[in-house]
């Protein structure tokens, strides 16, 4: 069983195009990971949410935590090419679970 | 340069052979974690390490274990790889549990 579901799982739009990614469970986590994976290379930290409702952003990217904490979501504005590779949510359930369980990725294409 | 290093980064190995995968990191990180990646799948937690001595099975432990003996290295075994366990591996560490971790370069492991 996925905890958790992210779509799409593939997108590709045009550079300059705004675009967002969502990051679904049924399951409440104490915090909510986004890491970005480039071909032969592991998955990069880019963010991390802990209360629910809460957005961040990093340049033209802009992150939310759902209210129950069960979801969030990745906004992208203007896309570039630089920003192609496969986008991974990952929940920590915290309360003593020290698991880290990670979606099935948005693999993400920007066409210049 | 902060880093987690895994060696090999490519192996082909044979049914059987036991095989050792090294992951050593630089940042005296507690947490230490292995994933397999594998399509569709994405990212499954192998095994993971709270302190020296201190590990714990993720979601797919069969067929493998683990030691930490020392706070910078944590190796995977395979005593006895099938080609089931074909997939790319991942080394992770964290200063503060399953909320910030860095990933190795991964391991492309083979079995025939």
């Known amino acids: 069983t996925q905890l958790l579901e992210q779509s799409p799982q593939f997108l590709s739009i045009q550079e300059g195009e705004n675009l967002t990614v969502y990051c679904n469970s049924s399951?409440?986590?104490?915090?909510l990971q986004w890491y970005r994976q480039e071909p032969g290379e592991g998955p990069v930290l880019l963010v991390t949410?802990?209360?629910?409702?809460e957005v961040k952003k990093l340049k033209r990217l802009t992150f939310q935590f759902g209210d129950a904490r069960k979801d969030s979501s990745l906004h992208i504005t203007a896309a570039q090419p630089g920003d192609t590779g496969l986008y991974l949510c990952?929940?920590?359930?915290?309360?003593?679970?020290?698991?880290?369980?990670f979606g099935t990725g948005t693999r993400l294409t920007i066409i210049p | 340069e902060a880093q987690v290093t895994q060696n090999p980064r490519y192996l082909i190995t044979v049914t059987g052979k036991k095989l050792t995968v090294t992951c050593s990191q630089n940042?005296?990180?507690?947490?230490m974690s292995w994933y397999r990646q594998d399509p569709g799948l994405g990212l499954r937690q192998i095994y993971y390490?709270?302190?020296?001595?201190?590990?714990d099975k993720g979601d797919v432990p069969e067929g493998y274990k683990v030691s930490r003996k020392e706070k910078r290295n944590f190796p995977l075994i395979l005593e006895s790889p099938s080609p089931n366990q074909t997939s790319l591996y991942f080394c992770a560490s964290s200063s503060d549990g399953p909320y910030s971790y860095t990933f190795g370069s991964g391991t492309r492991l083979t079995v025939v």
């Open positions: 399951s409440v986590f104490s915090s």
């Open positions: 990952a929940g920590a359930r915290g309360f003593g679970n020290e698991k880290l369980t």
């Open positions: 940042m005296n990180h507690e947490y």
């Open positions: 949410v802990v209360t629910g409702g």
């Open positions: 390490s709270m302190n020296v001595e201190v590990t």
